[in-house]
Every structure is written in C-alpha cells, then in structure tokens.
C-alpha cells in the first residue's frame, strides 16, 4: 500500500484510539477518498473502524464538511432517540483532544468513525427487497433532516448538482483542450449538446420557483447505504460529505442512476448497459413511502426526470475529467473516464427513451396523476 502504517498509527494515536493497530484493509466503493478498514487489538480485544483520508483536490475546504457532518449527524442522533429508537447505526466521529473531528497533517486530512457492527454495502444489486429497503433508508434521511436548519451548512461544493453551470463549465473546457483529447470524443460532445434541454429542465424549474431546494444527501448510490448482516435490512446511510441543499430529484435521480442500472456505472459492454424498470419500481415504492406525503405534487412529478438529469449530469462530470486530464475521480486504468462517460451516455439515452414508462411508475406509486 502506497500509505505506511505509521500514518495509521499517527491517525489513530491522534483520535485516542487505545491499543495497537494490528490490521488495515482498503475499502473499495468510493471514486474519491480513500477508506481503510482498521482494526485495533487493546488486550485482545479487538475493534474496528473506518478511517478515510479526504481528497483535498475535490474538497478544497475539508474542514467545512466535517462541520457539516457534525451537526447532521447530531441532529439525527437527536431525532433518533428523541423517538425512543436505537442510535447504534448513526455513525460516530472520533474526536481528538482538541475535540475535533478530523486530524489535518502532512500525511493528508483524515477523519475515523467506528465501523457499524454487523454490516455490509454493495455495489450493484437484483435483489428488489434490498432496493426498496435502500429506497427507505434514503427517504427517511430526507425526512430527518426535514426541519434542520440549512443555513448551518457550508456548500461544500459549490453548484454540485448545477447541472447547466456543469454542462457551461464543460463547454469552455471543450474550447480549451488542454490535453488534445477533444477530437476523439465529439460523438460524445455531440450527444451532451443534443440532450441540454431536457438535461436543464429542472435548472429551469428552481429558476421559476416551482420546486423547492430542500437538505438533500447528493450522493446516494446504493453503496452509501450499510446493511445489517442478519436482516438484509438497510441500516443507514454513509458518506455525508456533499450533504447540502439540493433537489429531492437529485436524491432519488443518483440513486436510480447506479442501482437501477443493469450494469456497472463502468462497464465497457454498452450492451449490458440500460434501466431496469423492475429495480426502479422497487427502489421508488420504498423512497415514496417514506417522503411521498410531504412532497409537493412538482417533486413528485420530477422523480423520473432526475434520474435522466442525474445520469446525463455524470457524463459531463466524467467527460469533463477526461479532456481536462483525470484529475478529480480516482481512474484504474487508462481512458476509465471515457469509459464512464459513455456507460453513462448509453444509460442517459435509455432513460430518454423510457421516461413515460418511468413517469407512469411513479403515478402509479404515488397516485398522481400526470
Ligand atoms: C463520487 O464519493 P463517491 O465516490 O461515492 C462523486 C459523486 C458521483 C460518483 C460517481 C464528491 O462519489 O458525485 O456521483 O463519484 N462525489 C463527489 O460514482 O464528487
Ligand atoms: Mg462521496
């Protein structure tokens, strides 16, 4: 591993985690920070946690997130026994001895939280029971932090789900070319071009005030959600970083976007690649379950069109990163974000396709009519 254990053990020795590390193991999911498994034996008894060292690339203000993800996580813990429920899977945030949450030195900004007990995520799933379990979980977080106080929150990153500013921001990175990779991709340019109106659709309806902004998660792929071992049930949902106001759209679309998908959001074999509307259906009746009743008949009317937004956003993220010179996603390989890029086309376009199908599901659900 390119980071040595003495960072760990600094790290850990920073948070007071007593004994001696006896164990690191990386943890895979995310394309942007670093998550390590560790374990820690104090006479034998051995305990683990997650430690994660945050990309400072992306997050140029690490210290505002962890703001953040203490009063989110506080407020929910809150809520939680304020109901008389069990806490045990609110994560919880070491703190060192100048009680923060994070340590910040030349080895990079990390941050530790118990590992939940008994828990495990997943990267793709089949499984409808654990989608509208995962579809739960995410609507009720949406739930909870329904009276939080959003101007509490830094915007960690500016104009995240901004899909128009994304796709202006691409334009002028087009015109630039700084890495000469233009020409190979202007099927892709193209298409980006041909999908902007409806890709802006819900620009335009913040705009005109007709959906609300609410304090949305933002990143809610179905590996940011813990399952319990035993019960198959979602636990909780991981990955505060981009916890900020947003669309409910903008929830419900990403998640959609990975877990709806028949294939990996990589995979090179366009042909695998495509919307399942049985794993759409699933994931949206647990999602409704839990928010439909305070959702305005607009958000509702909106769900499907923020999966297609979503998904057409995150071609112009990875098509982005790609001309500009992979800088922002962790890449395994040479030309993984053309890849990404066109998996995610290739998704986008279905979604164009199916929308009505996608539309009348969520009437369906909902009953609205549309
Ligand atoms: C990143 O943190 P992670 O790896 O779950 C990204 C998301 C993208 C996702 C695509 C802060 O999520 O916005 O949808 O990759 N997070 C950030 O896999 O940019
Ligand atoms: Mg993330």
Same mark, same amino acid.
């Given at each position: ?10 790290? =850990?020795? /920073? ?13 895979? !999911?995310? &394309? ?7 374990? =820690? ?38 809520? &939680? ?27 990079? @900004? ?14 793709? /799933?089949?499984?409808? !029971? ?48 700084? /890495? ?8 892709? &340019? ?15 309806? &913040? ?51 990975? =877990?709806?998908?028949? !294939? ?64 922002? @996603? ?12 066109? /998996? ?27």
């Amino acid at each position: 591993m390119d980071i040595s254990r003495e960072v760990f053990d600094t790290v =850990a020795s /920073c948070f007071r985690i007593d004994g001696k590390i006896v164990d690191v193991v990386p943890m895979t !999911s995310g &394309i942007i920070n670093r998550t390590f498994k560790v374990t =820690a034996d104090s006479n034998g008894n051995l305990k683990d946690y997650v430690f994660q060292r945050i990309n400072t690339f992306v997050f140029k203000q690490p210290k505002y997130i962890m703001s953040n993800i203490e009063y989110v996580t506080h407020h929910i813990s809150d809520k &939680i026994v304020e109901n008389g429920l069990d806490a045990e899977g609110v994560l919880h945030f070491l703190k060192t001895d100048k009680d923060v949450n994070y340590v910040d030195f030349s080895e990079g @900004f990390w941050r530790a939280y118990e590992y939940v007990p008994n828990s495990y995520t997943v990267n793709t /799933c089949e499984d409808f !029971s654990k989608l509208r379990s995962a579809g739960k979980a995410f609507g009720n977080f949406q739930n909870m932090l329904s009276d939080f106080d959003a101007t509490k929150l830094y915007e960690t990153i500016p104009d995240f789900h901004n899909t128009r500013a994304r796709v202006e921001g691409f334009f002028e990175k087009v015109k630039k070319d700084e /890495c000469g990779r233009v020409k190979e991709v202007e099927a892709e &340019i193209k298409a980006i071009k041909e999908l902007m109106p409806l890709g802006v659709k819900l620009n335009e309806m &913040i705009d005109s005030g007709e959906l609300p902004l609410r304090v949305t998660h933002n990143d809610t792929k179905i590996n940011n959600v813990l399952f319990d071992i035993t019960t198959n049930e979602a636990k909780t949902v991981i990955d505060l970083d981009t916890v900020m106001p947003g669309l409910v759209a903008h929830d419900f679309g990403d998640a959609i976007r990975f =877990a709806a998908n028949k !294939s990996a959001e990589d995979e090179p074999d366009l042909t695998k690649v495509g919307l399942d509307i049985d794993r759409y259906r699933a994931f949206a009746e647990g999602f409704l379950s839990e928010v439909g009743n305070s959702l305005t008949k607009n958000e509702i009317k909106t769900l499907a069109l923020g999966a297609f937004t979503m998904t057409y956003e995150l071609v112009v993220r990875f098509l982005d990163d790609y001309i500009s010179g992979d800088k922002y @996603f962790k890449t395994l390989y040479e030309g993984h974000n053309l890849v990404r890029t066109r /998996c995610q086309l290739a998704l986008t376009q279905d979604m164009y396709e199916k929308l009505d199908k996608m539309n009348n599901v969520i009437s369906e659900i909902s009953g609205i009519e549309f």
